[in-house]
């Protein structure tokens, strides 16, 4: 705990500083990129060590991976994203940055309801200045009033989650509302599509790899660890409709970021269909099952985390190269960025699930728990994983696009 104390009081103390530099950008990103990367990198070997040395890793440390990595690499990007890109409102995005990234590793810090929340809600609001850190522009303007008002609308929700017990019928319904508003939940994704493109694309990768994902975070831990069947079967249809909602929104985008918004939205419903069929097999006891679909569903968080950072961050260099993201007006880009383009191609690749590559592996072991619940479950559970099939054709028509 002295570490993470120290960390994220050098994080937040470098964002202060940043902020204090006022209109001298190069310090200002000194201080910002040096205190969000040596943070983040100690905070990140402290995770490794205690992986190796004592062969464990808690929930709340297995969020805190996306985290790490991609503050990392969102300090290393920033720099030269900002270059020639409001660089004089530096002090200003370090900041904010800074502080987001320190609130996210609160809300996987802190166990007290009343804390959790104030966490929270100070991650909503600093992650909502960065979406209007281009506040020339209306759609920014309008997005980060959207994704504003889904943060407190969420939040809101979470608050009688916390005074009262989860043992009526109607407060586990609010949580999967309240916390299904920050991972994009079907009817409740209006504002990523809109946040995501207007961010600057460091803090897209950030959001989209690792802020959505702390949504599921709040449902392990305040929802009752027995969930009444209602629960399991509303979050297995959510996370179906997700995912083929996502995938076939995305299909329809011109906009690069746009799409992996939508894309966003599709793999959250893949993670949330992954849960729901774990849960599905605890309650049918079959461990199989239960193993399969959870193992799958984690190893795709840190696979999403990690592929779609590298997406949104290689939409950023793209987007300084073109000037545009509209991709209908681009073309022969891995001829103009071969380093770019191949690394954009291999996560994507990873992405859609193809084989050999790591987004593969998550997305198998939960196809091999639906199937395990087609042959030897009963009732409900011996038709229902038929669903999820469903997508891999609509995948296999992403993947040509």
């Keep these: 705990m002295f570490i993470y104390v120290t960390a994220l009081a050098v994080m937040l103390g470098g964002g202060i500083l940043a902020l204090l530099c006022g209109k001298k950008s190069k310090a200002a990103m000194f201080s910002g990129v040096v205190s969000l ?10 995770l490794v060590l205690d992986v190796f040395l004592f062969r464990e890793l808690a929930v709340k ?51 007290t309801p009343f804390l959790f929340l104030l966490a929270w809600e100070i991650m909503g609001l600093a992650s909502a200045a960065l979406v209007m850190f281009d506040y020339h522009s209306e759609k920014s303007k309008k997005a980060a009033y959207l994704y504003f008002v889904a943060c407190h609308a969420g939040a809101a929700l979470l ?52 802020m959505i994902e702390l949504g599921f975070l709040g449902l392990f831990f305040f929802l009752p660890k027995q969930l009444p069947m209602y629960i399991l ?12 909602w996502g995938i076939i929104a995305a299909l329809a985008q011109n906009n690069l970021k746009r799409l992996l918004a939508y894309s966003s939205m599709e ?36 696979n999403h985390a990690f592929l779609k950072g590298g997406l949104f961050l290689g939409a950023g260099a793209v987007l300084k190269s073109c000037g545009t993201l509209d991709m209908d007006k681009m073309g022969g880009l891995l001829k103009r960025a071969p380093h770019t383009g191949t690394l954009f191609t ?22 091999f728990a639906a199937f395990q619940g087609l042959i030897y479950g009963a009732g409900f559970l011996r038709y229902s994983p038929v669903l999820p099939l469903w997508h891999l054709p609509l995948q296999a028509v992403l993947q040509q696009q």
């Design 346 to 367: 291999l996560n994507a690749a990873g992405l859609c699930g193809l084989p050999p590559f790591n987004g593969f592996i998550g997305e198998f072991l939960i196809y």
């Design 61 to 111: 440390q297995f969020f805190q991976i996306p985290i790490a990595v991609l503050g990392i690499a969102a300090a290393i990007f920033s720099p030269g994203y900002l270059a020639g890109h409001e660089e004089k409102r530096s002090s200003y995005y370090f900041f904010f940055l800074n502080l987001t990234i320190c609130s996210m590793y609160c809300v996987t810090l802190l166990e």
């Design 233 to 244: 079967l509303t979050v297995f249809f959510l996370g179906i409709t997700g995912a083929v």
């Design 267 to 302: 793999n959250m419903g893949i993670c949330s269909l992954a849960f729901a069929l774990g849960y599905l097999g605890r309650h049918y006891n079959l461990q199989s099952m239960e193993y399969a679909a959870l193992a799958g569903g984690t190893l795709h968080i840190l």
């Design 159 to 210: 608050i009688p989650v916390f005074l009262f017990p989860l043992y009526s019928f109607h407060l586990p319904i609010l949580a999967i509302i309240g916390f299904g508003l920050k991972i994009g939940f079907p009817l409740l994704h209006v504002w990523l599509p809109e946040a995501h493109p207007a961010a600057p694309a460091p803090v897209s990768a950030i959001m989209s790899g690792a």
């Design 37 to 46: 990367a040596v943070t983040s990198a100690v905070i990140f070997t402290a």
